[in-house]
């Protein structure tokens, strides 16, 4: 979670840039991706996380975040929970 909320906006914009290193935002337009079009991952995808220095494991565990996330996300919008009025400030 972020509380950085030019990020926040510049990610669901898809232009990145808000003070984040080359490496963070490969990072996020991988966990994008993963998010919005998992099927459309592909091998260039994982040539760019390493080399913009991500090892495997750390690729498996950017993949493994985003989708728990996704995950997660799913399983509350399924069920209609609703956040706590303290959290609302950090959605969408």
């Given amino acids: 979670m972020t509380k950085n909320k030019k990020l926040?906006?510049?990610?669901c914009s898809g232009e990145m840039g808000a003070g984040v290193s080359e490496k963070q935002v490969e990072m996020l337009r991988y966990a994008v991706k993963v998010t919005q079009?998992?099927?459309?991952?592909?091998?260039?995808?994982?040539?760019?996380?390493?080399?913009n220095g991500f090892s495997d494991r750390g690729i498996l565990e950017i993949n493994l975040a985003a989708a728990y996330m996704n995950f997660v996300n799913r399983v509350v919008l399924g069920l209609g929970v609703e956040l706590e009025e303290s959290r609302e400030g950090f959605t969408r």
């Fill in 37 to 51: 079009a998992p099927a459309t991952v592909s091998v260039e995808d994982i040539h760019r996380l390493r080399q």
């Fill in 8 to 11: 926040v906006e510049e990610i």
